[in-house]
Nanobody, 127 residues
Framework: QVQLVESGGGLVQAGGSLRLSCAAS????????VGWFRQAPGKEREFVAT???????????LYQESLKGRFTISRDNAKNTVYLQMNSLKSEDTAVYYC?????????????????WGQGTQVTVSS
């Protein structure tokens, strides 16, 4: 059973940056698709970004279209950790951010494709 623990959330002013980290235990992330979803107050949980577990495709990344250019996902397989660098943050980025992992290496974007969820970390962007 893979356990995912997020860190790095907090309060930041609009225009600022945060880096979220997700450390895994109980299983290797190296060959899994991993990533981030988020849920804002009163809204559905939504896809943020994922990075594939397929080294053959260079660990391809997928992003929510509206976040491209501001958010960057990366992974450190040696540390069994996934990161989300968030720049130029906006008030609408305020949400609980969840680290996720799949049992498969292929890229995913739907919540029903996720096998493991972290407990979430709060990101609040003040305007």
């Amino acid at each position: 059973q893979v356990q995912l623990v997020e860190s790095g959330g907090g309060l930041v002013q609009a225009g600022g940056s945060l880096r979220l980290s997700c450390a895994a235990s109980g299983g290797a992330l190296s060959w899994r698709c991993v990533g981030w979803f988020r849920q804002a107050p009163g809204k559905e949980r939504e896809f943020v970004a994922t990075i594939s577990g397929n080294s053959g495709d260079g660990h391809s990344t997928l992003y929510q279209e509206s976040l491209k250019g501001r958010f960057t996902i990366s992974r450190d397989n040696a540390k069994n950790t996934v990161y989300l660098q968030m720049n130029s943050l906006k008030s609408e980025d305020t949400a609980v951010y969840y680290c996720v992992a799949s049992r498969m290496p292929k890229s995913i974007t739907r919540a029903d494709e996720i096998d493991y969820w972290g407990q979430g970390t709060q990101v609040t962007v003040s305007s």
